[in-house]
């Protein structure tokens, strides 16, 4: 019987760890693919989408510098007020010479009048207003520019988190390939300690060294996890998601052709958010001093009066126009102005310094494209010279003739050139994708 009751809990341990196994989901990506669903689900694209809703939801609500506005209302209203009393008689049309009777002027008693209405409210002339609509307008086509810039700026987090996953993939590769050569020379180690062509202190380095791998590939293991993760927080995906680059870091050197691209880039997405900027700033100056003008509005209403509810038995009408002019507002409409010169100066200070920043940045970034470029030839070179070194040496202290502290030197500096090799790779595509940022154009 307890060996039934083993026996069932054994089942059940490998069925929880069957069913954990399999909520693992493994997911294959190649770049092209990363970057639709980033596209689709990325956080920060999608909330630069909604501020551009925002946006045109604003400038829509300008529209009422030229539209009407029009009121529907039904009002009731039980007074004995003497003159309320006689003006609703009239407005209902049942006046009477008993009405003039001036105790029933006086005391008229309880009157009951329901008023239905309708208003209409024309704006005629209001220039400041317009040229409010014309901010309001930049203003949208700024934030549109600012969610081209967004995307663009999605496109490269994208392309990085994308390599350096590629990047803690390959460096988890590498590390493996180095532990399996540090554990052939510990099995090689601990044969010629056998045979008493090494020392205790030989076999105890060689240990050292595989007990320093596993440290190393466990860190691995972890930037890689986080590498992962980071990638599926972009792409809006759930982060236990594993996935699985596809395409290699192999370097295109075609894409050196980024160093004969121009550096304008006064069509790039951001400055023409900014400038869109400046503009709404000077549309709002001018907004303020056309507070000093007359404003021309037309107005109309038609009402119904009785004394029953929504009834019309009378009903009567008012068509006008006003022509208001605030000549002085203690001050107030002249610091408004004040206030939007000084903005708009920031805001043009603001577009030429970043303007200035990204000339320099261009050309900073060409510069590292090249750098990073001529490395990859360099690191790439150190790698076949230390695998072609740690080969000689291994085959060399198979047959007794190299020491273990030269071979397990040799097998750290060959992982080192690795690494450093596939870093190269790395900060190659970055240095590309970064000049492809500040270009705003696609250099493959």
């Known amino acids: ?230 990638l599926a927080y972009l792409l809006g995906m759930d982060i236990n998601v594993v996935i699985v680059t596809t395409d290699s870091l192999e370097k295109k050197p075609s894409l050196l052709n980024g160093l004969e691209q121009s550096s304008q880039i006064e069509n790039r997405s951001d400055l023409n958010a900014y400038r869109k900027g400046v503009e709404a700033r000077e549309n709002m100056l001018k907004s303020e001093k056309m507070q000093f003008l007359p404003r021309l509005n037309a107005f109309g209403a038609y009402e119904w009066n009785d004394d029953k509810l929504f009834g019309t038995s009378a009903n009567n009408y008012m068509i006008g126009a006003s022509l208001s002019w605030t000549l002085f507002n203690g001050y107030k409409n002249i610091g408004k102005v004040q206030k939007a010169k000084a903005e708009l100066k920031i805001s043009e200070l603001n577009f030429a310094e970043y303007l200035s920043k990204n000339t320099m940045e261009i050309q900073s970034a060409k510069r590292n494209l090249k750098v990073a470029y001529d490395r990859i030839e360099l690191s790439k070179l150190a790698k076949e010279q230390a695998e072609e070194a740690l080969r000689i040496r291994t085959n060399r202290y198979k047959q007794g003739l190299e020491k273990t502290t030269d071979i397990l030197y040799t097998e750290t500096v060959s992982m080192a050139r690795n690494l450093d090799y596939i870093n190269s790779l790395y900060n190659y595509h970055v240095a590309v994708f970064q000049l492809e940022l500040l270009l705003e154009k696609e250099l493959q």
């Open 1 to 230: 019987m307890r060996n039934l009751k083993i026996y069932f809990i054994l089942l059940l341990v490998l069925g929880f760890s069957l069913n954990g196994k399999s909520q693992t989901v493994e997911l294959k990506l190649s770049l092209k693919e990363a970057l639709v669903k980033a596209s689709e689900n990325n956080w920060e694209i999608n909330k630069a989408k909604a501020q551009g809703s925002v946006a045109k939801a604003e400038f829509r609500q300008t529209n009422s510098v030229f539209l009407p506005i029009l009121n529907l209302s039904h009002t009731g209203i039980v007074t004995n007020d003497p003159l309320s009393s006689f003006g609703f008689k009239l407005k209902q049309e049942i006046t009477t010479e008993a009405d003039f009777n001036p105790l029933l002027l006086n005391d008229p008693g309880q009157t009951k009048n329901f008023n239905t209405k309708i208003e209409v409210l024309q704006p005629l002339i209001n220039i400041d207003g317009i040229y409010g609509r014309r901010a309001a307008n930049a203003k949208m086509k700024a934030v549109d520019y600012r969610t081209e810039r967004t995307i663009n700026f999605t496109k490269f987090e994208v392309k990085k988190a994308y390599y350096q996953l590629e990047l803690a993939q390959e460096a988890v590769f590498v590390l493996e390939a180095s532990k399996l050569a540090a554990a052939s020379a510990l099995q090689l180690t601990e044969n010629n300690l056998k045979q008493g062509f090494v020392q205790e202190a030989d076999l105890l380095s060689a240990k050292v060294r595989v007990l320093e791998l596993d440290n190393q590939l466990a860190d691995a293991n972890n930037n890689k996890k986080g590498a992962g993760e980071f």
